[in-house]
Protein backbone atom coordinates (compact mmCIF):
# COMPACT_ATOMS: atom_id res chain seq x y z
CA UNK A 1 0.00 0.00 0.00
CA UNK A 2 2.67 2.43 1.01
CA UNK A 3 4.54 1.53 -2.13
CA UNK A 4 1.99 2.27 -4.40
CA UNK A 5 0.19 5.02 -2.94
CA UNK A 6 2.90 7.20 -1.94
CA UNK A 7 5.62 5.54 -3.62
CA UNK A 8 7.45 4.59 -0.52
CA UNK A 9 10.74 1.72 -0.73
CA UNK A 10 11.05 3.20 -4.81
CA UNK A 11 9.12 2.25 -7.51
CA UNK A 12 8.63 -0.87 -9.84
CA UNK A 13 11.65 -0.93 -12.33
CA UNK A 14 10.95 -1.05 -16.26
CA UNK A 15 11.45 -4.13 -17.60
CA UNK A 16 8.83 -5.22 -14.77
CA UNK A 17 6.28 -2.90 -16.02
CA UNK A 18 6.72 -4.36 -19.13
CA UNK A 19 6.23 -7.94 -17.83
CA UNK A 20 10.00 -8.91 -18.61
CA UNK A 21 10.97 -9.46 -15.32
CA UNK A 22 9.14 -10.89 -12.44
CA UNK A 23 9.46 -8.86 -9.19
CA UNK A 24 7.89 -9.88 -5.94
CA UNK A 25 4.60 -9.86 -6.09
CA UNK A 26 4.21 -7.00 -3.12
CA UNK A 27 5.59 -4.51 -6.00
CA UNK A 28 3.41 -5.21 -9.08
CA UNK A 29 0.75 -3.23 -9.15
CA UNK A 30 -1.38 -5.83 -11.34
CA UNK A 31 -1.23 -8.09 -8.78
CA UNK A 32 -4.37 -9.40 -6.95
CA UNK A 33 -2.32 -10.90 -3.94
CA UNK A 34 -1.32 -7.43 -3.10
CA UNK A 35 -5.28 -6.28 -2.73
CA UNK A 36 -5.53 -9.40 -0.88
CA UNK A 37 -2.74 -9.13 1.25
CA UNK A 38 -3.67 -5.54 2.49
CA UNK A 39 -7.42 -6.21 3.00
CA UNK A 40 -6.48 -9.53 5.03
CA UNK A 41 -4.14 -7.35 6.93
CA UNK A 42 -6.85 -4.39 7.95
CA UNK A 43 -9.77 -7.23 8.66
CA UNK A 44 -7.64 -8.91 11.02
CA UNK A 45 -7.21 -5.26 12.89
CA UNK A 46 -11.43 -4.70 12.67
CA UNK A 47 -13.38 -6.16 14.57
CA UNK A 48 -15.57 -8.06 13.13
CA UNK A 49 -19.37 -7.39 14.39
CA UNK A 50 -18.35 -4.44 12.44
CA UNK A 51 -18.37 -5.91 9.22
CA UNK A 52 -19.02 -9.63 9.10
CA UNK A 53 -22.60 -9.39 8.75
CA UNK A 54 -23.01 -6.89 6.73
CA UNK A 55 -19.99 -7.82 4.13
CA UNK A 56 -21.60 -11.07 3.82
CA UNK A 57 -25.31 -10.21 3.55
CA UNK A 58 -24.32 -6.92 0.81
CA UNK A 59 -22.81 -9.83 -1.02
CA UNK A 60 -24.93 -12.63 -1.25
CA UNK A 61 -28.09 -10.26 -1.15
CA UNK A 62 -30.25 -11.53 1.90
CA UNK A 63 -29.88 -11.16 5.61
CA UNK A 64 -28.27 -14.61 5.79
CA UNK A 65 -26.06 -13.88 9.04
CA UNK A 66 -26.40 -11.63 11.83
CA UNK A 67 -24.50 -9.48 13.57
CA UNK A 68 -22.84 -11.75 16.93
CA UNK A 69 -19.83 -12.08 18.52
CA UNK A 70 -18.37 -14.58 16.90
CA UNK A 71 -16.08 -17.48 18.14
CA UNK A 72 -13.06 -18.75 17.59
CA UNK A 73 -12.97 -15.95 14.03
CA UNK A 74 -10.11 -16.66 11.84
CA UNK A 75 -9.35 -14.77 8.72
CA UNK A 76 -6.65 -16.57 6.34
CA UNK A 77 -5.20 -15.89 2.96
CA UNK A 78 -4.10 -18.15 0.44
CA UNK A 79 -5.50 -21.50 1.97
CA UNK A 80 -4.31 -24.53 0.34
CA UNK A 81 -7.16 -27.07 0.22
CA UNK A 82 -6.22 -31.26 -0.96
CA UNK A 83 -7.01 -32.59 -4.16
CA UNK A 84 -10.66 -32.83 -5.30
CA UNK A 85 -10.73 -36.81 -5.21
CA UNK A 86 -10.42 -38.57 -7.97
CA UNK A 87 -13.35 -40.46 -8.41
CA UNK A 88 -16.01 -37.42 -8.17
CA UNK A 89 -14.63 -35.75 -11.37
CA UNK A 90 -14.23 -37.05 -14.88
CA UNK A 91 -10.94 -35.21 -14.66
CA UNK A 92 -7.77 -34.86 -12.52
CA UNK A 93 -7.62 -31.75 -10.67
CA UNK A 94 -4.39 -30.35 -8.53
CA UNK A 95 -4.72 -28.72 -5.23
CA UNK A 96 -6.94 -25.41 -4.34
CA UNK A 97 -5.67 -22.36 -2.72
CA UNK A 98 -8.43 -20.36 -1.16
CA UNK A 99 -7.35 -16.44 -1.39
CA UNK A 100 -9.12 -15.78 1.76
CA UNK A 101 -10.73 -18.02 4.12
CA UNK A 102 -12.70 -16.93 7.11
CA UNK A 103 -14.35 -19.43 9.74
CA UNK A 104 -15.79 -19.14 13.20
CA UNK A 105 -17.58 -21.56 15.02
CA UNK A 106 -21.02 -20.36 16.21
CA UNK A 107 -22.25 -22.00 14.52
CA UNK A 108 -19.40 -23.53 12.67
CA UNK A 109 -18.85 -21.97 9.30
CA UNK A 110 -16.41 -21.41 6.65
CA UNK A 111 -16.43 -18.54 3.64
CA UNK A 112 -14.29 -18.83 0.77
CA UNK A 113 -13.44 -15.17 -0.84
CA UNK A 114 -12.27 -15.35 -4.59
CA UNK A 115 -10.01 -12.24 -5.01
CA UNK A 116 -9.79 -10.95 -8.66
CA UNK A 117 -8.23 -7.73 -9.86
CA UNK A 118 -6.61 -7.19 -12.81
CA UNK A 119 -8.27 -10.68 -14.70
CA UNK A 120 -11.75 -12.44 -14.31
CA UNK A 121 -12.39 -16.11 -13.37
CA UNK A 122 -10.74 -18.47 -15.18
CA UNK A 123 -13.01 -20.67 -17.34
CA UNK A 124 -11.67 -24.12 -16.86
CA UNK A 125 -8.59 -26.17 -15.56
CA UNK A 126 -5.93 -27.41 -17.92
CA UNK A 127 -6.86 -30.98 -17.68
CA UNK A 128 -10.45 -30.76 -18.55
CA UNK A 129 -10.85 -31.50 -22.29
CA UNK A 130 -14.83 -30.14 -21.99
CA UNK A 131 -16.27 -33.50 -23.46
CA UNK A 132 -17.88 -34.26 -19.70
CA UNK A 133 -20.39 -31.58 -19.99
CA UNK A 134 -19.42 -30.39 -16.59
CA UNK A 135 -17.87 -26.71 -16.13
CA UNK A 136 -14.65 -26.56 -14.36
CA UNK A 137 -14.28 -22.81 -14.07
CA UNK A 138 -12.50 -21.36 -10.79
CA UNK A 139 -15.60 -20.71 -9.38
CA UNK A 140 -17.64 -23.35 -9.56
CA UNK A 141 -14.29 -25.41 -8.50
CA UNK A 142 -14.46 -23.17 -5.02
CA UNK A 143 -17.82 -24.28 -4.19
CA UNK A 144 -17.25 -27.90 -5.06
CA UNK A 145 -14.03 -27.54 -2.38
CA UNK A 146 -15.87 -25.75 -0.45
CA UNK A 147 -18.88 -28.28 -0.11
CA UNK A 148 -16.28 -31.27 0.52
CA UNK A 149 -14.41 -29.53 2.95
CA UNK A 150 -17.66 -28.42 4.83
CA UNK A 151 -18.69 -31.63 5.31
CA UNK A 152 -21.66 -31.75 3.02
CA UNK A 153 -20.67 -35.09 0.79
CA UNK A 154 -22.94 -37.93 1.91
CA UNK A 155 -20.63 -41.05 2.87
CA UNK A 156 -19.82 -43.46 5.41
CA UNK A 157 -17.76 -42.27 8.52
CA UNK A 158 -16.79 -44.08 11.79
CA UNK A 159 -18.16 -40.77 13.36
CA UNK A 160 -20.77 -38.67 11.69
CA UNK A 161 -19.45 -35.03 11.40
CA UNK A 162 -22.11 -32.04 11.06
CA UNK A 163 -22.06 -29.70 7.96
CA UNK A 164 -20.63 -26.34 8.48
CA UNK A 165 -22.05 -23.35 7.26
CA UNK A 166 -20.48 -22.20 4.05
CA UNK A 167 -20.71 -19.67 0.70
CA UNK A 168 -18.37 -18.18 -1.39
CA UNK A 169 -17.80 -14.27 -2.30
CA UNK A 170 -16.27 -12.79 -5.34
CA UNK A 171 -14.77 -10.14 -4.70
CA UNK A 172 -13.69 -7.49 -7.39
CA UNK A 173 -13.29 -3.76 -8.25
CA UNK A 174 -16.66 -3.80 -10.32
CA UNK A 175 -19.41 -6.38 -9.95
CA UNK A 176 -21.58 -8.62 -12.88
CA UNK A 177 -19.71 -11.81 -13.08
CA UNK A 178 -21.86 -14.00 -15.23
CA UNK A 179 -21.08 -17.49 -13.37
CA UNK A 180 -21.91 -15.30 -9.86
CA UNK A 181 -25.35 -15.39 -11.34
CA UNK A 182 -25.54 -18.62 -12.86
CA UNK A 183 -24.66 -20.35 -9.93
CA UNK A 184 -27.09 -18.32 -8.01
CA UNK A 185 -30.14 -20.67 -9.34
CA UNK A 186 -29.78 -23.93 -7.38
CA UNK A 187 -30.84 -25.68 -10.38
CA UNK A 188 -27.68 -25.01 -12.22
CA UNK A 189 -25.56 -25.12 -9.60
CA UNK A 190 -26.51 -29.10 -8.86
CA UNK A 191 -26.59 -29.73 -12.56
CA UNK A 192 -22.50 -27.77 -12.36
CA UNK A 193 -21.41 -30.30 -9.71
CA UNK A 194 -20.69 -34.47 -11.03
CA UNK A 195 -22.68 -36.78 -8.69
CA UNK A 196 -24.39 -34.02 -7.20
CA UNK A 197 -26.92 -36.66 -5.81
CA UNK A 198 -23.96 -37.38 -3.16
CA UNK A 199 -23.92 -33.75 -1.56
CA UNK A 200 -26.32 -32.14 0.56
CA UNK A 201 -26.08 -28.46 0.04
CA UNK A 202 -26.26 -25.57 2.30
CA UNK A 203 -29.24 -22.57 2.37
CA UNK A 204 -29.30 -20.77 -1.00
CA UNK A 205 -27.75 -18.45 -1.80
CA UNK A 206 -24.04 -20.07 -1.42
CA UNK A 207 -22.61 -17.93 -3.65
CA UNK A 208 -22.07 -14.01 -4.36
CA UNK A 209 -19.87 -11.30 -5.10
CA UNK A 210 -19.04 -7.61 -3.82
CA UNK A 211 -17.01 -4.72 -5.46
CA UNK A 212 -14.42 -2.35 -4.34
CA UNK A 213 -17.00 0.48 -3.88
CA UNK A 214 -19.78 -2.08 -2.08
CA UNK A 215 -16.45 -3.00 0.62
CA UNK A 216 -15.79 0.64 1.15
CA UNK A 217 -19.33 1.33 2.16
CA UNK A 218 -20.00 -1.49 4.59
CA UNK A 219 -16.55 -0.44 6.21
CA UNK A 220 -17.24 3.48 6.28
CA UNK A 221 -20.89 2.88 7.72
CA UNK A 222 -19.64 1.00 10.35
CA UNK A 223 -16.80 3.40 11.02
CA UNK A 224 -18.36 5.54 13.92
CA UNK A 225 -18.24 2.74 16.33
CA UNK A 226 -14.57 1.78 15.60
CA UNK A 227 -11.97 2.39 17.79
CA UNK A 228 -9.19 4.89 17.05
CA UNK A 229 -6.69 2.10 15.54
CA UNK A 230 -9.87 0.63 13.44
CA UNK A 231 -10.48 3.96 11.90
CA UNK A 232 -6.97 4.71 10.97
CA UNK A 233 -6.60 1.00 9.63
CA UNK A 234 -9.90 1.40 7.50
CA UNK A 235 -9.31 4.99 6.30
CA UNK A 236 -5.87 3.83 4.81
CA UNK A 237 -7.89 0.93 3.02
CA UNK A 238 -10.45 3.22 1.64
CA UNK A 239 -8.00 5.00 0.29
CA UNK A 240 -6.14 2.31 -1.17
CA UNK A 241 -9.33 0.52 -2.45
CA UNK A 242 -10.45 3.90 -4.72
CA UNK A 243 -7.03 4.21 -5.81
CA UNK A 244 -6.75 0.78 -6.93
CA UNK A 245 -10.67 0.76 -8.72
CA UNK A 246 -9.29 3.86 -10.79
CA UNK A 247 -6.47 2.38 -11.84
CA UNK A 248 -6.94 -1.10 -12.50
CA UNK A 249 -4.70 -2.42 -15.83
CA UNK A 250 -6.67 -2.38 -18.92
CA UNK A 251 -7.41 -5.24 -21.23
CA UNK A 252 -5.49 -5.56 -24.46
CA UNK A 253 -7.82 -4.38 -27.42
CA UNK A 254 -9.71 -7.35 -28.41
CA UNK A 255 -9.20 -10.10 -25.50
Same mark, same amino acid.
Not at 90 to 116: C, F, L, M, R
Not at 135 to 163: A, K, T, W
Not at 209 to 214: C, G, S, T, V
Given at each position: ????????? !????????? !? /????????RSSSEDVVTGELVRV???????????????? !????????????????? $???????????????????? /?????????????? /?????????????????? $????????????????????????????????????????????????????????? $??????????????FDFPPTPIVGEIDYH????????????????????? @???? $???????? @?????????
Amino acid at each position: MLVELHRKG !GSVCGPARA !G /TLHCPLIVRSSSEDVVTGELVRVLRLVNPRHWVSDLLNA !GLGCARFRRQVYRQFRI $DPWVTKPRYPRHLLPWEEGS /TQVDVQITWENPPT /TIYIEAKYGSDLSPSVSR $DDGSSGFPSDQLIRNMRVGLLDCNYLREDRLFPVSPREFAVLVLAPSSGHKLVERYR $DPLRLRASIPHAERFDFPPTPIVGEIDYHELRRVLMTRRRWMNHSERFAV @NALD $DYLEFKAN @NRPRKPSGS
